[in-house]
Every structure is written in structure tokens, then in C-alpha cells.
């Protein structure tokens, strides 16, 4: 293969220390050794860093100074020999480096090409690829460690099993099409057993795609209603910031303002909306809209009413636009009532989950987080829960692999012959290695590895 590089960490003016350069290939100590000068008796061996500059090959210009970290292969992320040039963080310097390396030899690395290597030459499974990629961008320390949990192999050791579980029962069935008069009758009852089991156990993997779609990608909470209803002030007690603006006067927020915040291992956007009520200020009524588009748009919404003021004809019109959504009622300003007024505050039926906060006293906070968590069903998640989530890909080929045993076992209760068995149970055998990697195409790792990012 041809030797790549790219940039490895983020380039961010005057926020980064230290920017890294990566080339992986036959080339790459090469093309470190033309650019890079270490002084003294220093030994070019493998994970050895060095010390030195990097100098342009033909003018000998200073470009930077700098360490060099070198990973012969197979000891190396990509099985193939790596290095490294730790140099000083900033824009100039690190595009600086690269540019030599790809004038040396090397060419610019596709997103993702450093991990697709990987794979390709068996350093890591499909599902560990991913969870590289769901490592990188996790927003919560459960997602972090759910990714952890599949780069250590927890997804693709349960799946390998019951992958080599169907082979196994392939090799049996092919057998008796082969050696029938060899071999005693096949064990039917048997046979339904062990894909009963299979079936099982991949039910509960495919349970685990809910959570994993909620730690990767987070959930969205609207926080609506009428204006003064204490929206912001929710926003900023939840969110321990001022980030939304707070007065007695209505309208004072005009537009959506986002915070980004972590409930249960959840990545929870935050959208504190402008309150909606009928205006003729033009640019309160922009926000009005936009409060709606959010409304709609949350996989959550906290309906907010004032508890001083009890649910009025504007909360109930509010309601009937947003009743079909997952819906959290918050009763605030109870400081502002007595608890025999408190009973007395009329809500629809239909709405379950009730909260009562007085966020000016950051009182009803964690009452409002355990409402979310169970809102979506998933009780006391938490990363240590967890052995493993699978992303939607991986859900997409394990429900193939499902239906495929399950199409099986009809048959077999059909009495239809042998080959028609093995028809089904090959392709759940395939779809459980597309989980893996053992049986992928082409354009499936096009997919997979586009979404990284360019120096993974």
C-alpha cells in the first residue's frame, strides 16, 4: 500500500500545544529520515521518541522543532510502520510538515484510511473500527466508555460466537445432504433448539440499539410555553450558567437558546424557546415560530406553566400543538403557592409525567432528570450497565441475521428438505459477519469509514 499522512489532532489558532503528523506505510521511516535531524548518538528504533528538527530536504530551512515517534510495523495501530511528528500546535507549522511528507513520497490520507488499514490487515474488527469512530466523538463519559467497552471486542466476541454457532449447525445439516447414509437421522428437535437459543441471544443484543442511539447522538429537549413562565430560569438552574436572559418583562427571549448538558450518561441538547403567545412584535413573532419548529423537532418537550397562575387558556392552547409528543409537564414556581393551592392546579389528564420545580431555589432539578430517564424507558442507564450498543448498522445486519433463523425454523416445521435449510441459515451466517467484518463489501466500508475523521 502507499504510504499516507495527515494531520491527527485538531488545529485550533492559539488553543493546541502540540499538533501531530502521521504517515503509515512502507515509506514512512523514509520519509521521516529525510526530513527529520536528530542530534547526537540518538538510536532510530522502534516506539523510541526522538528528539530533533525537521528541516526541508532541499534548502535545509528550519521548519520546526519537534519530536519523532516511531512504530515499526507489526507493532503499530495500522500493522504497517508508523510515525510521528509531535511538533508545535498552531496552523502554520503542522500544514507545514504534512505539505513536506507529501512532497517526499507520502500522499493525503482519505477519512478514515488509518483505521480501514487497521482493519484490512486484521488489527481490528468492524465493530472495533466503529467504536474507534464513537470513541472520538462521544459527548458523554457513558458513551466514551460504551465505545471503550466494543474497541476491547464485548460486541464482537457474542456475535463471532453465535456466528460460529450457525456454522457449526451448517456443517451438520450439509453433512447429512452429503453422507446421508453414513450418518444417523439428523436431530431436528435439536437443531430448533440451538437456533431457539441463537435467537435469544441475539434478541438481546438487538435491545441494546435503543440505548446506543441515545448515547451517541443524545436526545433534544424543548423547553416551551408561555412567556414568564420561568423557561430561561429552568434553563439556567439545570444548566448551572447564565446562559439564557432573565427578567419579569414577557418576551425577553426572542430566539432559541441551546445548552449541551449530560443526564444519566445522556448527551441532552438543551433548546430554552421564546415564549409562545399571539404578538405583533415582528421579531418576537420569528421567535414564536421558531419555538414551535423546535417543539416539533425535540424528541422531548418540557411544557412549562406557572404555578401562581394555575394552567391557563394559553397553556391549553400550547398542549393541543404539542400532545403528541413525549411531553413532561413542569409546575413551576411552587415557592410562590401554598401546597392546598398546589392541589388544586388543574392539568389534562392525559399528561403522566408531572414535575414540580422552583428553579429560582434550584429545587425540582433531579426530580426533572430521573422524569427524563424514565421518559425514554431506560430506568437507571448508566455506562457500567452497559456491555455493549450496537449503531444502526450493526441493528440493519443483526435483524437480517434474526429473520433468517427465524424463516429457518419454519421451514424445518414445514418439513421441507434440507437444502432449504441451509438456504436461511447462510444468510443469517453472512449477515452476522457483516457485523464483524468477516463478510462485508466494498461499498459498506466506503460508508463506514467516510464518516471519520481525516487523521483516524
Not at 441471544?201 to 423547553?223: H, T, Y
Request: aromatic share 4%; hydrophobic share 45%; glycine share 6%.
Amino acid at each position: 500500500m502507499t504510504t499516507i499522512a495527515a494531520i491527527a489532532t485538531a488545529i485550533i489558532p492559539q488553543q493546541g500545544s502540540v499538533g501531530i503528523v502521521r504517515m503509515s506505510g512502507s515509506e514512512a521511516m523514509k520519509i521521516a529520515k529525510t526530513l527529520f535531524h536528530a542530534p547526537g548518538k540518538q538510536v532510530w528504533e522502534t516506539h523510541r521518541i526522538l528528539y530533533g528538527y525537521i528541516r526541508h530536504p532541499q534548502t535545509g530551512q528550519l521548519v520546526d522543532e519537534a519530536l519523532l515517534l516511531i512504530m515499526k510495523a507489526p507493532r503499530s495501530y495500522t500493522r504497517e510502520d508508523i510515525v510521528e511528528f509531535h511538533c508545535h500546535g498552531g496552523i502554520i507549522p503542522i500544514q507545514k510538515v504534512l505539505q513536506l511528507c507529501i512532497e517526499a513520497g507520502a500522499r493525503l490520507a482519505q477519512p478514515g484510511e488509518f483505521t480501514l488499514r487497521a482493519f484490512l490487515n486484521g488489527r481490528l474488527d468492524l465493530t472495533q473500527a466503529e467504536s474507534v469512530a464513537d470513541l472520538v466523538g462521544s459527548q458523554s463519559p457513558a458513551a466514551a466508555q460504551v465505545a471503550l467497552a466494543g474497541l476491547q471486542g464485548k460486541l464482537a466476541s457474542p456475535i463471532r460466537q453465535l456466528r460460529a454457532n450457525c456454522i457449526d449447525i451448517l456443517a451438520e445439516i450439509e453433512a447429512r445432504i452429503d453422507f446421508e447414509e453414513d450418518l444417523p437421522p439428523l436431530d431436528e428437535s435439536g437443531i430448533s433448539q440451538k437456533m431457539d437459543s441463537i435467537l435469544v441471544d441475539l434478541s438481546r443484543i438487538l435491545a441494546s440499539a435503543n440505548q446506543g442511539e441515545l448515547l451517541r447522538n443524545g436526545l433534544k429537549v424543548a423547553i416551551i410555553g408561555r412567556p414568564n413562565v420561568g423557561k430561561s430560569s429552568l434553563l439556567n438552574a439545570w444548566s448551572r450558567s447564565d446562559r439564557a436572559i432573565v427578567t419579569n418583562l414577557p418576551g425577553t427571549t426572542r430566539d432559541v437558546v441551546e445548552s449541551q448538558l449530560v443526564v444519566g450518561g445522556i448527551p441532552v441538547q438543551v433548546l430554552d424557546t421564546a415564549g409562545i403567545r399571539e404578538t405583533e412584535d415582528q421579531v418576537e413573532k420569528m421567535g414564536v415560530e421558531r419555538s414551535r419548529r423546535a417543539a416539533e423537532s425535540a424528541d422531548l418537550v418540557l411544557l412549562t406553566i406557572d404555578a401562581s397562575a394555575g394552567w391557563t387558556e394559553l397553556d391549553e392552547v400550547i398542549y393541543q400543538q404539542v400532545k403528541h409528543r413525549s411531553l413532561i409537564l413542569i409546575i413551576n414556581k411552587v415557592d410562590l403557592v401554598k401546597s392546598e393551592f398546589m392541589e388544586s392546579i388543574f392539568y389534562p389528564e392525559t399528561i403522566k409525567n408531572v414535575v414540580t420545580t422552583a428553579v429560582i431555589n434550584n429545587q425540582g432539578i433531579e426530580e426533572l432528570e430521573a422524569a427524563i430517564i424514565n421518559s425514554v424507558n431506560l430506568g437507571d442507564l448508566q455506562a457500567e450497565n452497559l456491555d455493549f450498543a450496537i449503531n444502526q448498522r450493526q441493528e440493519a445486519a443483526l435483524t437480517r441475521a434474526k429473520v433468517a433463523l427465524e424463516q429457518c425454523l419454519n421451514t424445518i416445521k414445514n418439513n421441507l428438505p434440507l437444502d432449504f435449510w441451509t438456504i436461511d441459515l447462510r444468510g443469517a451466517i453472512y449477515a452476522l459477519g457483516e457485523v464483524t467484518g468477516e463478510d462485508v463489501t466494498e461499498s459498506v466500508l466506503d460508508k463506514i469509514f467516510s464518516r471519520f475523521c481525516i487523521g483516524k
